[in-house]
């Protein structure tokens, strides 16, 4: 069973809408993180965030909101005013307490912004 | 500050020829490093991770193999490739800076293309 489902392979919207991401994990572990990466189209993985599990405060870092939901097993992403820039592939992924080496990625999202 | 390197950015490689991929990590010492293949437009599949010099663990059997001669490099070699080996390699490189877990961070990536 996928560890980290990111059920949005594309979306598209024009530019200034918000934009949420969806990210839904499993896990059993009490500590774990969460992650997302974005990956614009030159290829390299950029960290956004992380997030360990007994922290569940939403947080906001400009245009960029996340929220954490132990309830429901989300970690969604909003992209708020969304630019062209924003344009990407977005991960979401986790690691477990047990073996933090190893990380769960989500299959991604595609976001096509346009002007 | 820390930065990692990959080289070489491209590569086009007959198929049953060798390979030879190195990444390099600057500004941090006995860094966790792992590598990963993305297939295009898929998602991120760990190959290999490494805790210290010489130590190499193996996440999906394949004809490719890893080593780390030194603290701060990783190499990814293959004695003869094959086409399925084509893809977006990226290494990574994380540090224990909690109690527990990591963030794992992200070189520019190699793109092989076996022909």
């Known amino acids: 069973a996928q560890k980290v489902t990111q059920a949005q392979t594309e979306i598209s919207v024009v530019e200034k809408e918000d934009v949420t991401l969806d990210c839904v994990y499993e896990t059993r572990d009490t500590t774990y993180y969460l992650f997302w990466y974005k990956q614009p189209p030159s290829g390299e993985l950029v960290f956004l965030i992380r997030?360990?599990?007994?922290?569940?405060q939403n947080e906001i870092s400009g245009r960029y909101s996340w929220n954490f939901q132990k309830s429901t097993s989300s970690f969604n992403f909003t992209i708020t005013a969304s630019q062209v820039v924003d344009s990407a592939v977005y991960f979401c992924a986790l690691s477990e307490g047990y073996n933090f080496n190893k990380f769960y990625f989500g299959s991604g999202t595609k976001l096509n912004v346009k002007p | 500050s820390q930065t990692i390197h990959q080289w070489p950015a491209t590569l086009v490689q007959p198929v049953g020829s060798p390979l030879s991929l190195e990444c390099t990590v600057e500004g941090t010492s006995n860094p966790n490093l792992y590598w990963y293949r993305q297939a295009a437009g898929r998602g991120l599949q760990l190959l290999f991770y490494?805790?210290?010099?010489?130590?190499i663990s193996s996440e999906v059997p394949q004809n490719l193999s890893a080593s780390r001669p030194q603290d701060r490099q990783f190499i990814l070699s293959s004695k003869k490739l094959l086409l399925s080996d084509s893809g977006f390699y990226l290494c990574?490189?994380?540090?224990?800076?909690?109690?527990?877990?990591?963030?794992?961070?992200f070189g520019p990536g190699t793109r092989l293309l076996v022909l």
């Open positions: 997030r360990n599990s007994f922290d569940e």
């Open positions: 490494s805790v210290g010099i010489g130590q």
């Open positions: 990574a490189w994380s540090v224990e800076v909690e109690p527990l877990g990591e963030t794992q961070y």
